[in-house]
């Protein structure tokens, strides 16, 4: 495991946000500290997803500050916060299921000078060099997440577990700094959990820094060093799972059901 630092590379403080007359998230404070794997738990319509969206910056805080590595973002959009260093998963992954597992990852580049410019000659060397590092990249990540041997297979081969992998890759391509994983373990068998818990460990060993949702609290005493509880939109308690897994508050919010 990577040495945790309390320097946090992405920090949210006091954000509400309101859907109509439902307050999804309520006063929410956290902070990721550079190098951990931050787990955040909570019952159903706790709103641990809609705080994903918020610091993502694919739905806008209706009040409250999210900071990326010191800088406030919280009115910058979804796209900038992935340039400057912020990945996130979805639940439910959706690769291009017609295209290579390669291809997949070709297609999540970022800075491509393609497109840009009527190639010369020399531009056209150098995006040919470009082409080529980055399918070196593909094929390493591809490596990294274990699903090498299907790196020229469409995506749709691929089972839920594998999409999540691929998804990881996807990310990784960007080079981010933070890493936001909802339900990473959500429909995965239990083999290949195994093998994305190892995963999530080895990116982390190479220096990414995890937020990661999950209901699933075996996977969550696993892997992170630290766990936030949200319930009712707000932060409840902090601590290591087996603190959190104790606390009468948190126990009183999960059989109370009320998210
Ligand atoms: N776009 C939206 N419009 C209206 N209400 C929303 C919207 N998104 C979320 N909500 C509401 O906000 C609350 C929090 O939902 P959210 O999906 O963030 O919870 P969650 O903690 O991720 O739950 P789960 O564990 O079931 O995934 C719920 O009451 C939900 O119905
Ligand atoms: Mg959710």
Not at 1 to 7: E, G, L, V
Not at 95 to 114: D, K, M, S, Y
Request: charged share 20%; net charge positive.
């Amino acid at each position: 495991m990577a040495q945790t630092h309390p320097d946090p590379v992405l920090q949210a403080t006091d954000v509400t946000k309101r859907f109509g007359g439902v307050v999804a998230v309520n006063g929410m404070s956290l902070a990721v500290h550079r190098g951990e794997i931050l787990g955040l738990i909570g019952p159903n319509g706790a709103g641990k997803t809609t705080m994903f969206d918020l610091l993502a910056g694919s739905v806008a805080v209706s009040s409250g500050s999210i900071r990326l590595n010191g800088v406030e973002v919280a009115g910058s959009p979804a796209h900038r916060r992935i340039a400057q260093g912020l990945g996130r998963t979805f639940q439910i992954p959706r690769p291009f299921a017609g295209l290579t597992l390669v291809e997949n990852l070709l297609i999540a580049r970022q800075h491509q000078t393609g497109e840009r410019l009527w190639p010369n000659f020399a531009a056209w060397r150098r995006i040919a060099a470009e082409e080529r590092a980055a399918r070196d990249k593909a094929r390493g990540l591809l490596d990294l997440v274990r699903l090498s041997h299907l790196a020229g297979e469409p995506a749709s081969v691929l089972s839920g577990g594998q999409r999540k992998l691929l998804e990881l890759a996807r990310l990784l391509m960007a080079d981010p700094q933070v890493i936001l994983l909802d339900e990473p373990a959500a429909g995965v068998n239990p083999s290949l959990l195994e093998v994305i818990i190892d995963r999530i460990r080895a990116i982390n060993a190479g220096g990414v820094t995890f937020l990661l949702i999950e209901h699933n609290i075996d996977m969550v005493t696993r892997l992170c060093h630290r766990v936030i509880v949200m319930a009712q939109g707000a932060r409840l308690a902090e601590g290591t799972a087996a603190e959190v897994a104790r606390d009468p508050r948190v126990i009183e919010a999960y059989l109370g059901g009320a998210g």
